[in-house]
């Protein structure tokens, strides 16, 4: 069953990166290339790919010299890019080009940006782009290359440049997004993982932004699985954000593949990450939302996916999580709820693979081929969990927050979905003797209540949810 999808409606226009001087990277991590990588051997990715595999043309300096003038232009959008690519066939043309015959085409003012970006340390920033592809696995795909991947050429503003460490075969891949909070829950990072690793098992790579919360768990299990990961960043290709994923890029790098379409050394700035985003919706064929609040960038993800005909799919939670609010949106507004994996595989004809399969029919009661038992989650008792603590639940609670610190590190570990309580000490750092208090004080205050299967769960109130459409464009 295909989603309710609404089309004709145009993806808002983000502006182009720019380009200046190579800024400090106080708040960042490089990748260098002289790391040594240790992992366990992957089986082919062949059964992920639409296409042949495609290798870059070689670009002379001369030639990086003047695709790197003409796409990192100050102020020049997309479609003026590609109208000037037109005209002229290339950058090199393009540049010996008049002025007027530039402003013929577009604009005095798009001459001057052009000129302009030769001005710009426009030999320093060469150099640097020959360096970086001396990295082992960095190439650079220009839009008119063959390799250019294909869902991205077909974008209202496709990146005129992209920088890639790692398989670029894999932006040729059968895709699929697997976004979500930054700040998900336990739960949220279990399932982003489970999903992802057994999505990547059933032939699609993994694709998500390198954020802290559900895209490093996404990309987890896209690793652990048979078809790897594809990380695009809001960074220059040689830089990693946050860094506390940096050995996640190198490995990333090692076994998966890294884009980007910012200059080198650029950093993060919030204006990076919506434009990220619609090349992550752009190279999958679907993207599924694990975790999001109300207002929440991965929405911006699962709209831009909408209006580019790919398929939307969203897990539920608890009416009273604030990250399943988001999911409970989407789902609203069209996209498919989303239980398990094989409710993403069906959509694309693919099965599950076969030894999660085994292992949930045999959770079932090895009840063979049926398929209420492929659906099964890892999450069963969570489910039952959440039906029971909403019976012992208080009709209302609004009592001030905690101010012991204690029962705050429990409630922030707890999150809304029912977990154990070896998984609360395990994230909370409390010892038992106090965690045991904290409990006991929360659940005196209707904070939280012990659920079936010795769990836990919290039962303060998520904010009211918006009624404003999300997967849509605003009227």
Same mark, same amino acid.
């Given at each position: 069953m295909k989603m309710r999808r609404m089309r004709g409606i145009s993806m808002p226009r983000i502006a182009p990166p720019a380009i200046g001087r190579a800024p400090a990277r106080t708040a960042l991590s490089s990748i260098s290339d002289d790391e040594n990588f240790i992992m366990a051997p992957r089986a082919s990715l062949a059964a992920a790919f639409e296409g042949r595999l495609m290798s870059p043309q070689a670009l002379t300096p001369a030639a990086l010299r003047?695709?790197? /003038?003409?796409?990192?232009?100050?102020?020049?959008?997309?479609? #003026? @890019? /590609?109208?000037?690519?037109a005209a002229f066939g290339s950058p090199e043309a393009l540049l010996r080009a008049s002025d007027e015959a530039i402003a013929t085409v577009s604009s005095p003012a798009a001459a001057q940006a052009v000129r302009m970006s030769e001005r710009?340390?426009?030999?320093?920033?060469?150099?640097?782009?020959?360096?970086? @592809?001396?990295?082992?696995?960095? $190439?650079? #795909?220009?839009?008119?290359?063959?390799?250019?991947?294909? &869902?991205? &050429?077909?974008?209202?503003?496709?990146?005129?440049?992209?920088? $890639?460490?790692?398989?670029?075969?894999?932006?040729?891949?059968?895709?699929?997004? $697997? #976004?979500?909070?930054?700040?998900?829950?336990? /739960?949220?990072?279990?399932?982003?993982?489970?999903?992802?690793?057994? @999505?990547?098992d059933a032939g699609l790579t993994i694709v998500s932004g390198l954020a802290l919360g559900i895209d490093g768990a996404a990309h987890r299990g896209g690793l652990d699985g048979r078809s790897g990961t594809v990380a695009v960043i809001a960074t220059g290709a040689d830089l990693v954000y946050p860094a506390r994923h940096r050995a996640l890029a190198h490995e990333i790098a090692a076994h998966g593949a890294i884009v980007s379409e910012w200059p080198l050394g650029t950093p993060a700035r919030a204006a990076h990450f919506p434009q990220r985003n619609r090349l992550i919706a752009a190279l999958a064929i679907g993207a599924l939302v694990v975790? =999001?609040?109300?207002r929440s960038g991965s929405l911006i993800t699962a709209r831009l996916a909408n209006e580019l005909g790919r398929d939307v799919f969203a897990i539920p939670g608890s009416i009273?999580?604030?990250?399943? /609010?988001?999911?409970?949106?989407?789902?609203?507004?069209?996209?498919?709820?989303?239980?398990?994996?094989?409710? $993403?595989?069906?959509?694309?004809?693919?099965?599950?693979?076969? =030894?999660? =399969?085994?292992?949930?029919a045999m959770r079932a009661g090895n009840q063979g081929s049926n398929t209420d038992a492929l659906r099964e989650p890892e999450t069963a008792g969570i489910a039952q969990a959440n039906r029971t603590a909403a019976t012992t639940a208080p009709a209302s609670i609004k009592a001030a927050p905690p101010g012991n610190p204690s029962e705050r590190a429990v409630l922030a570990a707890l999150g809304y979905g029912p977990v154990t309580y070896k998984w609360l000490a395990e994230h909370s750092g409390l010892s038992d003797d106090v965690l045991h208090g904290a409990l006991l004080a929360l659940e005196l205050a209707g904070r939280v209540a012990s659920v079936a299967g010795g769990r836990f769960a919290r039962l303060d109130a998520a904010p009211t949810p918006s009624t404003r459409g999300v997967l849509h464009s605003p009227a």
């Open positions: 003047a695709w790197l /003038q003409f796409a990192h232009a100050p102020g020049l959008s997309p479609a #003026v @890019l /590609q109208l000037l690519l710009d340390d426009l030999d320093t920033r060469t150099a640097a782009a020959l360096a970086w @592809l001396d990295g082992p696995g960095n $190439v650079l #795909v220009t839009l008119s290359d063959p390799a250019y991947p294909p &869902r991205l &050429r077909d974008l209202h503003d496709p990146p005129p440049l992209l920088y $890639v460490k790692g398989g670029l075969e894999l932006l040729h891949a059968r895709g699929l997004a $697997v #976004v979500g909070s930054r700040h998900a829950t336990p /739960q949220g990072l279990a399932d982003a993982t489970q999903f992802a690793r057994t @999505l990547s975790e =999001a609040a109300p009273h999580a604030p990250l399943a /609010q988001g999911c409970h949106a989407l789902i609203r507004d069209g996209a498919k709820l989303t239980a398990a994996p094989l409710d $993403v595989l069906e959509e694309y004809g693919l099965d599950e693979p076969a =030894a999660r =399969a085994t292992s949930g």
